[in-house]
């Protein structure tokens, strides 16, 4: 399978405890985001990165949020001191290189649940 | 800002009718469009897109879409539904490469 992936599919944390998902996009994907989406509702931009470089952060991403994409392939982000408005969907999307390549590839997403 | 508004948060049909979700969005350029279907715990699949050029696009599984600058609108249209269409649908507009905004989403119904 060469579309994107994200593990873990299912996370339950107690408030309080940190947690961290990762994505590895298709190959030679340059571009990679973050949504974050809760029932109901549509996905709501996180971050986004071009290569390594961290290029947009929504003000959705509070301090307790880090996303890092250190070489320019998978993408880890970082939630410290989990709350329970933090429980959603967290999908991750890859974006290929080159003139005319907008759309983006959604992985299956991690869901998160704080007890 | 650019932002969507899909009116419609449930739609039901019956297998075999034709389907229409409408979908306006509010940006001040030319925007990147697109169609996602979502099924249940699982991520989103790309229907169809409109970049510029032909203003009915052709996508995946039998979908089709229209933009009509007048409108502010991107609906998407499939002829015969069928069961297997039951989802939930996302209208998202971009303004490139960055991020792409949302609508809240329109879940179809397929009824037998």
């Known amino acids: 399978d060469t579309g994107v992936s994200q593990n873990p599919r299912h996370k339950i944390t107690k408030r309080g ?9 298709i190959s030679e994907h340059n571009r990679l985001y973050w949504y974050r989406q809760t029932l109901g509702q549509g996905p ?6 071009q290569n390594e470089a961290q290029l947009e952060k929504s003000r959705l991403l509070s301090d307790r949020f880090s996303a890092e994409r250190p070489k320019g ?6 939630i410290q001191r989990t709350e329970q408005g933090d429980s959603a969907m967290y999908l991750c999307a890859s974006s290929p290189p080159g ?17 | 800002a650019q932002s969507v508004t899909q009116p419609d948060i449930h739609i039901t049909v019956s297998e075999g009718a034709s389907l229409e979700l409408r979908c306006n969005y509010s940006y001040g350029a030319t925007p990147y469009l697109f169609w996602y279907v979502q099924s249940p715990g699982q991520g989103l699949q790309l229907l169809l897109k409109y970049f510029s050029g032909d203003t009915l696009v052709q996508g995946i599984k039998g979908f089709e879409a229209e933009f009509k600058r007048s409108q502010s609108s991107f609906n998407l249209r499939k002829p015969s539904v069928h069961w297997s269409d039951a989802a939930e649908y996302f209208c998202a507009v971009a303004p490139g490469r960055s991020k792409s905004t949302f609508g809240d989403g329109t879940t179809l119904t397929v009824k037998p």
């Open chain 1, 17 to 25: 405890q940190n947690v961290t998902f990762r994505c590895d996009p």
């Open chain 1, 44 to 49: 709501e931009f996180l971050t986004y990165f």
């Open chain 1, 73 to 78: 392939s998978f993408s880890t982000l970082e």
């Open chain 1, 99 to 115: 003139q005319g390549s907008y759309e983006q590839y959604f992985g299956p997403g991690t869901r998160l649940t704080v007890t």
